[in-house]
Nanobody
Framework: QVQLVESGGGLVQPGGSLRLSCAAS????????MGWYRQAPGKERELVAD???????NYGDSVKGRFTISRDSAKNTVYLEMNSLKPEDTAVYYC?????????????WGQGTRVTVSS
């Protein structure tokens, strides 16, 4: 059984920083891409950033230049460094990962961690 567990959310003032972590555990053949999505109240879930197994990254337009995604393959962990946070970054942040063999790969989701940007 594969699990993704996020940590690092919380309350931060505008202009501040937070670092989110997501660790994958369980029976895994291989982890392909890993990423972060977020969902604000009343809005659809949107891509924040993702990173391939080779380290290629992709960012949502609203976070480019402020957020950095990275991963530690030895620890099966993906990170999201968030700087210059804005109130509009307030959302529940979800980690996801494509895990399995080429034949059995599927997408797994974490339970979410809340980020609130407010003074």
């Amino acid at each position: 059984q594969v699990q993704l567990v996020e940590s690092g959310g919380g309350l931060v003032q505008p202009g501040g920083s937070l670092r989110l972590s997501c660790a994958a555990s369980g029976s895994m053949y291989s982890i392909w891409s890993m990423g972060w999505y977020r969902q604000a109240p009343g809005k659809e879930r949107e891509l924040v950033a993702d990173i391939s197994s080779r380290g290629s990254t992709n960012y949502g337009d609203s976070v480019k230049g402020r957020f950095t995604i990275s991963r530690d393959s030895a620890k099966n962990t993906v990170y999201l460094e968030m700087n210059s946070l804005k109130p509009e970054d307030t959302a529940v942040y979800y980690c996801n990962a494509d895990i399995g063999s080429i034949a059995t790969m599927r997408t797994y989701w974490g339970q979410g961690t809340r980020v609130t940007v407010s003074s």
